[in-house]
């Protein structure tokens, strides 16, 4: 009897706790809405149903989320969801924010990642289906090529390209980024890992990786990366000729991963750092600003934080690798991307003129790839097979003139195709005459 008497008394206090705590509730408040998403019916139709309750002022509780302690989640869930996304207030953003917000949207779907896993499971009807995620994507896909550079947009690229052209960018002051990481000015000496074409923000990317990087590329440890691996991706403003040959445009910025586990234990073990423009600003207010950049990269945490996969290095000639990357290409009618790579000789002509003339010893390489979507992030394509090779050799001849050879190699295993002496081969002329992509 005993027992069972106290068995009474504490499931009374139970019942007194549970409706006691009931009461401390922290308020989810329900601010105006200000600029709902402009999207068409059926696309906020969508968002309505699964993603309102967090990112938007016009949060609706089931019953059971009423109940604490699921509440405290809720409004803890809720609090930060509006702090992160608030399709009540996007509207006010610009234009390509508001894409870039709902191109992010779109891949945290299609992680799983949103709506949140624990939301979802009580929450089913807000899951996502597969209609409805091809609908989102359909409404982002933009059908139209990229908006054509204007005569000012060129001339304002060329105004930058001179004067990076004529500038010491070996170690010029440059301000550290708001978490104390140094700008790693020999960025432009790493090697190539891959490269992406990003619809989503329409801009051409690079990413290079340090010495450390490479060897572990080759050695196959990549998940973890060894300490000290850093990677920089190189982005510029994709500017299409108007027949769908994209070239990189302005400088638009460089950004860091730094991989040193203990250093940076707070942030995945990485060190992360941004900066923008040709001036190089450091990006963020303050250290914070690493939480955007480890948000985006968290759906990749079962690959150490990496969305690149490297280039398979096997299909591509041994030297190639130890070379530095001059400029990368995007060929909208053929679904291709390449890279131009250069010697010593070759990239240092590259960077310190506009001429053509490479000297004597030059050595270039444009390796060129199909593209494929990256399944990684809707709004990217990235390397896939490997589809030409080609090499321009500048030699030195007795009379000290120079004299170019060509060739170039295709299919897997890659076959020399067709091989051409002098300048007048007109893809020889093609590879020279292409000016190198600005890296502050
Ligand atoms: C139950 C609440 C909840 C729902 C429902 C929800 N989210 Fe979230 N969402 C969050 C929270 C909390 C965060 C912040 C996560 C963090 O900081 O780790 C977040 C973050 C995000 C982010 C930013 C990612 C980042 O960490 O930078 C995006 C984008 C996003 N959500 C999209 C969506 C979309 C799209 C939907 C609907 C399909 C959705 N969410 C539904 C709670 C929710
Ligand atoms: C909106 C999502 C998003 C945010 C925010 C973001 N990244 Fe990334 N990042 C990507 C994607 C996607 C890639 C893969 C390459 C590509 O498609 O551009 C990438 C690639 C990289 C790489 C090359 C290594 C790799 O993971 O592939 C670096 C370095 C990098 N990001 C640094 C940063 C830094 C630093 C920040 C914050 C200042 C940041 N990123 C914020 C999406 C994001």
Known sequence: MASRRIWITA?????LTFAAVQLIRPA??????????????????????SCYDCHSNETRLAWFDEIVPVYWLVAHDVHRGRGKLNFSEIGRLPATQQKAALYEAVNQIQFGAMPLPAYARLHRAA????AQLSLLKSYLN??????????????SDDAEYQKWLHADNSNRAVDAAPNGIQFPHDYKNWK???STDRFDNQTARVILGNDTAVKAVADGHTNPWPDGTTFAKVAWVARDDGHGQIRPGAFWQVEFMIRDAKKYATTKGWGWARWRGAGLTPYGKDADFATECVGCHTPM????????????????????????VITS????RSSTMSTLYGNDVGVRYARSTAQHDYLPGSELLLVTWDQREDLHWFGGNIPGRVKAVEMVHVADRPDHRPSYSYERYEGSPLIRVSVSNGRSEGR????????????P
């Open 28 to 49: 989810i408040s329900h601010p105006p809405v200000t600029a709902d998403l402009p999207a068409p019916p059926e696309i906020q139709q969508i968002l309505r149903n």
């Open 329 to 332: 290409l995007i060929d909208k």
């Open 127 to 130: 899951l996502i289906s597969a």
């Open 428 to 439: 020889a002329v093609f590879l020279l005459s292409l000016g190198a992509a600005v890296m």
């Open 301 to 324: 945490r079962d690959r150490d934080f990496v969305f690149t996969e490297p280039l398979g290095v096997k299909e591509l000639p041994p030297n190639s690798l130890q070379w530095n």
């Open 142 to 155: 933009p059908t139209t090529a990229a908006a054509m550079a204007t005569p000012g947009d060129l001339a």
């Open 11 to 15: 499931t009374g206090a139970g019942v």
């Open 192 to 194: 190539a890992i891959s």
